[in-house]
């Protein structure tokens, strides 16, 4: 994969400041998905011609940031440097708390490091229009249905990516929240890892700005208000059953919440 050129530089990312357009300020949720749309078709349009590769994948998310930061939007994101200079395949394990995290983190992550794929659930491959660009990114799918039957083919077809040289990105949860619990964040990505080798960086992230929607849970309301928060922890190593780990990745998410909540 060609070197990818970033958005932004250093090792954390603030939102500039922006002019905001009367009808973003007015009706950002509108606002966004009119740009939203346009992108994901763009992107599905070269997908279904077999023209979008990892750089469009790039390319297609820092979009996403930028039409986020045009209704308003602020992003804060920091660890960018425990990302760097890792030359093995990384398992990022996060919660997981709106689709906001599944269209950006390929741009915060893919100019620091490597190419990356997510373990993703089986409805977002089916899905009209998006479904032809996630299968463009070769992505491990799971059922959700069988925990037994999601691990076999998270430690199979995840070895079989990370062998391949790329990334993943798991989110442990069984479903997105915007509370965190750590009895429902299972220890699939640390298995992963302590298998394969792999080195792990534990994600947190607060997204709430894009908020489930009632009726459909990936088109609820832009709040722009409300800050858009990733966090990247240290690098670490697995070593012996990783409960220790799976411990420090917990501690690592609910820190970061638990301030970032009070600083709101």
């Known amino acids: 994969m060609d070197k990818i050129k970033g958005f932004y530089q250093g090792t954390e990312y ?9 009808l973003s ?19 599905s349009s070269a997908a279904k011609r077999g023209s979008y590769d990892s750089i469009d994948w790039h390319n297609s998310s820092a979009a996403t940031v930028e039409a986020l930061e045009k209704t308003g939007c602020h992003f804060e994101v920091t660890g960018i440097e425990h990302i760097q200079g890792i030359d093995r395949p990384i398992i990022f394990i996060g919660n997981h ?5 599944t269209f950006v983190l390929p741009s ?4 620091q490091s490597r190419d990356l794929d997510y373990v993703i659930k089986r409805s977002l491959v089916e899905y009209p229009i998006f479904g032809n660009i996630v299968k463009t990114r070769d992505p491990v799918v799971v059922d959700r249905v069988n925990p037994r039957d999601d691990l076999k083919v998270v430690m199979e077809e995840g070895a079989k ?3 391949q040289g790329r990334n993943l990105i798991i989110f442990p ?28 960086i534990p994600v947190a992230l607060l997204t709430w700005a894009w908020s489930a929607g009632k009726m459909v849970k990936d088109f609820g309301p832009i709040i722009p208000s ?3 928060h990733f966090a990247f922890g240290e690098p670490m190593e697995i070593t012996g059953k990783g409960q220790e780990e799976q411990q420090r990745i917990v501690d690592f998410i609910q820190s970061h919440l638990k301030r970032w909540r009070a600083e709101a």
């Not at 915060?108 to 100019?111: A, E």
């Not at 069984?174 to 792999?198: C, E, M, W, Y």
Request: charged letters at 25%; proline letters at 6%.
């Open 14 to 22: 603030r939102s500039p400041e922006r002019k905001i357009g009367f």
């Open 25 to 43: 300020k007015l009706l950002p949720t509108l606002s966004f998905y009119i740009r939203a749309i346009s992108i994901v078709y763009k992107a």
């Open 97 to 101: 708390m709106s689709t906001l995290e």
């Open 108 to 111: 915060l992550i893919m100019p």
């Open 161 to 163: 990516r990370l062998a």
């Open 173 to 200: 949860q069984h479903t997105r929240t915007v509370d965190f619990d750590p009895k429902k964040f299972n220890s699939i990505g640390v298995k992963l890892a302590q298998r394969t080798g792999a080195i792990v």
């Open 226 to 228: 409300r800050t858009i």
